[in-house]
């Protein structure tokens, strides 16, 4: 970097990076100072005043470019600068990250975006609760939660349909992960092609790793063979 012509630029710089793991950070607050030879004392010049600096493998170095004029520096009263000799300090404070970052990468129209799911002898099933089996869209496995009675009090009116993130349910309790998903859900009519779907839009994380709908479908509609639902 190019500094002034009329003044000193002191820097701190963080070394040995090619130690750390890939997306590496260190916080930290600092101070420069140089040495007054005469007084055997040092000199704060100029500081940063506390602020945390972020050193990461972009910017690896924080300081000033306008340090200590040189007229200030080259001037024996000042006693910077000794029989050609001078000393630099830094006082040097690493913090705990205390944020939250967050990475967002997408998968738009994924492959093997569309999974199917076929019940058997639906009018046999007698748990409140059925999962699909596993299925993956990209690096991220998803579930089906069907409720064949529906999950509100009461005389059952509808069934409940939702979808589950398994890597929410698997990890998410040890990490800070979410997801975001837009789907559909869909029961198919397997006679005349009114296929009844939902649309939904959600965050799935540790505390609401499934979602969907409760009343998806009413059981009326669902029993009427005439609709050819199943």
């Not at 602020?51 to 006693?79: A, M, P, Q, Y």
């Not at 509808?158 to 990490?175: E, G, K, N, R, V």
């Not at 869909?186 to 006679?191: A, C, G, L, M, P």
């Not at 009114?194 to 790793?209: I, R, T």
Request: charged share 25%.
């Amino acid at each position: 970097m190019n500094g002034p012509t009329d003044h000193i630029s002191v820097y701190l710089e963080i070394v040995d990076i090619e130690k750390y793991c890939l997306g590496w950070e260190v916080y930290a607050s600092f101070k420069l100072f140089v040495f007054d030879q005469k007084r055997d004392q040092f000199v704060t010049i100029q500081d940063a005043d506390g602020e945390i600096r972020r050193f990461h493998d972009v910017k690896t170095e924080w300081g000033f470019n306008k340090f200590l004029s040189l007229d200030s520096f080259n001037c024996h009263c000042n006693g910077y600068l000794v029989n050609d000799c001078c000393v630099f300090g830094a006082e040097v404070f690493v913090h705990e990250r205390s944020g939250k970052r967050e990475f967002l990468s997408m998968i738009k129209d994924p492959p093997n975006g569309v999974m199917t799911w076929k019940l058997e002898n639906f009018s046999a099933l007698n748990k409140a609760a059925y999962y699909s089996q596993v299925f993956a869209i990209g690096d991220l496995k998803w579930k089906l939660l069907l409720y064949p009675k529906g999950i509100s009090d009461g005389v059952p009116k509808a069934i409940s349909l939702f979808l589950c993130s398994c890597d929410c349910l698997d990890h998410c309790f040890q990490s800070e992960h979410k997801y975001f998903a837009e789907f559909k859900l869909r029961i198919r009519d397997q006679i005349n092609n009114n296929h009844v779907e939902n649309s939904g839009k959600h965050w799935f994380s540790n505390s609401l790793n499934e979602w969907g709908f409760s009343k998806f479908l009413s059981l009326t509609d669902l029993q009427d063979y005439v609709q050819g639902v199943s």
